[in-house]
């Protein structure tokens, strides 16, 4: 049992040294990663792994449970308070099984779903055609204006009269912009929808009051727990009291098994790192420093959707240098600078192409990196991208950015 897993299995032990040294070794620049605290990453690896727990506290359908609803209840009343919550539900495995949820708790098959398009900023599991929700309801899209990039309520309200949704999402993983939910509430009522908004990306933000708060309008909420809140992988549902017991049991038994209760632990954890004033601070410098990354992306003459950034992410339209995005994260990545590629509005290349790539700052941003590096990687990006054929400036560029990250370690105990 004690067996360290060095010894037990070398194999994967070399490969989980490689990744740590790949993470602190090059710039993670892709807005929905992180790394969590050491108390996070304890409390995942520990024996709350053993345990199942089917049910909600005080009602499960396992003994032994005594620690285990204790852990919940905390995990619960602590994301009460961060979200000013009437009710959450901390099971979902991720951000995708809670939207699944919150459509079955809501939905019957067959209605209508209006999200944002895929390629506007939206997610797969709002409905795209590859997707579980696709075969189960009809989905209706809308997108950003082709002038601002941002949303035009006008129109998104004119689709909504017309296809009468029973679910309105806001909510995305490419939208740099603040997003006002007093909006996206008088359309739902116009139309009688239910409103959903999904926070993954911003909830770090929001619950710091550094963006508009969806709770006091929105229906449900759904959010991951490892983006910019730096917690665990996974799931949280923040709902009305009217819709708890509908929304639990569509998570349980409706759509999972048995809760993780290790990430619930860390969930519980990381809702309690959130309360700290640090937290609020590190919040400010991941928007500050997207702001510094914006400005000197523009400035070397890169297009930015929608003109900049009001939080953690900035969207940067590669059309007019001839590259797709593709290219571009993949030419990045040999320099140790590491983002993904990503639709832009009105894009002309299929999702696995796109024009667009999607650097973002929580992560730099937990290694201690200010506006001064964030004026810097901005410069290096451009550099790398003006020059698409030039491997040996590449090569120089990873050892500078090599130097750079280990004045700023992620975990200075881990080898
Ligand atoms: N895959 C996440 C992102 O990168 O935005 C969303 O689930």
Known sequence: MSISLAQNDPEVNEILKQELQRQQNSLTLIPSENYPSKAVLEVEGSVLIDKYAEGYPGRRHYQGCKFIDEIEELAISRAKKIFKAEHVNVQAHSGTQANIAIYQALLKPGDTILSLNLSHGGHLSHGNRSTLPHTHYRIVNYGVDRESETFNYEEIQAIAENCHPQLIIVGASAYPRAIDYSHWRRIADEVGAYLMADVAHIIGLIVTGLHPDPVPYANVVTTTTHKTLRGPRGGVIICRQNLASRIDRAIFPGTQGGPFMHTIAAKAVCFQEAQRLEFKEYQQQIVS???????????????????????????????????????????????????????????????????????????????????????????????????????????????????????????????
């Open 289 to 415: 420093n997207a702001k510094a990354l914006a400005k000197s992306l523009r400035e070397d003459g890169l297009r930015l959707v929608s003109g900049g950034t009001d939080t953690h992410l900035i969207l940067v339209d590669l059309s007019k240098k001839s590259l797709t995005g593709d290219k571009a994260a993949t030419i990045l990545e040999e320099a140790g600078i590491v983002v993904n590629k990503n639709s832009i509005p009105f894009d002309p290349q299929p999702p696995s192409i796109t024009s667009g790539i999607r650097p973002g700052t929580p992560a730099l941003t937990t290694r201690g990196m200010r506006e001064p590096e964030m004026q810097l990687i901005g410069k290096w990006i451009n550099k790398i991208l003006s020059s698409p054929e030039d491997r040996t400036l590449r090569k120089k560029m990873r050892s500078w950015v090599r130097e750079l990250c280990q004045q700023f370690p992620i975990y200075e105990d881990l080898k």
